[in-house]
């Protein structure tokens, strides 16, 4: 389990994640990362996009070792996050980790394509109130639901 973010400050090449996981597959470990899927971080804009871009395999020398990497999990630390804001801390970067890892990866390397899928994901998410934070400009678009007057 790859779980240690030095890749976000790191001093050296071997002290990134990558390299944790190019280190453990080298030797025939299968292991399951989450370094680079912490959703509980502070941001500003659009940060789906580099929970979307995460690929562990992608520095890996040959198939036989990128077969070692199981999989990976989304985490959340509890420090900035509460029931007030967890649901919209969650959505839609659980579902930019959840399409890179369940999905084709040859079908899943396009950040364009991927923000109007999960666009139309958090609509989804909107109608059975969960309240996702905005992929795009926040308009529903074409998937708007129909409101009566007495949910507004």
């Known amino acids: ?51 979307y871009r995460c690929d562990p395999t992608k520095s890996l020398a040959d198939d036989r070792e990128k077969a070692l990497v199981l999989g990976g999990e989304a985490c959340m630390w509890g420090e900035y996050v509460d029931g007030t804001n967890v649901l919209s801390r969650l959505w839609p970067r659980a579902s930019a980790v959840a399409e890179r890892l369940w999905s084709n990866p ?5 950040i364009e394509s991927a923000k109007f899928r999960l666009d139309q994901h958090r ?13 795009l400009n926040g308009f529903c678009g074409d998937y708007e639901w129909e409101m009566n007057a007495n949910e507004l």
Request: charged share 25%.
């Open 1 to 51: 389990m790859v779980w240690k973010e030095k890749y976000r400050h790191p001093t050296s090449q071997s002290d990134s994640w990558k390299a944790t996981v190019s280190r453990i597959v080298g030797q025939g470990y299968k292991v399951i990362v989450s370094a680079c899927w912490y959703l509980n971080y502070i941001s500003y804009g659009q940060d789906w996009e580099k929970y």
């Open 106 to 110: 040859l079908d899943t390397n396009d």
């Open 123 to 135: 609509c989804r998410m909107l109608r059975r109130g969960i309240p996702a934070q905005p992929i």
